[in-house]
């Protein structure tokens, strides 16, 4: 049995999952806490905010984010990619910055404009 906080919501549940009850989860007060505790046990994923450097913008970062939560095995591995990235001003929210990352169809995306 292991026991997780869930971190879905500011409630801060306490989950216990049973691995060996086909990833059985209590403690949750909502079934978004039961997704969590299965997924986390799974295949636990997250989105990762950052930034990347921006050639003739007001700032000298731009904030980029994950489109999707990418697998947690692979956070390093992404972060380290961003260090290569430059982009040039003009950059509008929602563009693709570094498309496909490590394989996994998940972009970073800019998160405003500049």
Not at 25 to 32: A, E, F, L, S
Not at 49 to 58: A, D, E, F, Q, R
């Amino acid at each position: 049995m292991t026991e997780l906080i869930c971190i879905v919501c500011p409630r801060g549940c306490h989950l216990k999952v049973d691995e060996e009850n086909g990833y059985a989860v209590t403690g949750n007060t909502c079934k978004r806490g039961e997704e969590y505790g299965k997924k986390e046990l799974t295949n636990p994923t997250r989105v990762v905010p950052s930034t990347v450097k921006i050639k003739g913008g007001i700032h000298r970062r731009l904030p980029v984010k994950t489109s999707k939560p990418i697998p947690k095995d692979l956070i390093f591995k992404a972060m380290k990619l961003l260090d290569t990235v430059e982009v040039t001003s003009p950059v509008k929210r929602g563009d693709v910055v570094y498309k496909d990352i490590l394989g996994t169809g998940i972009d970073f995306i800019a998160t405003r404009d500049m």
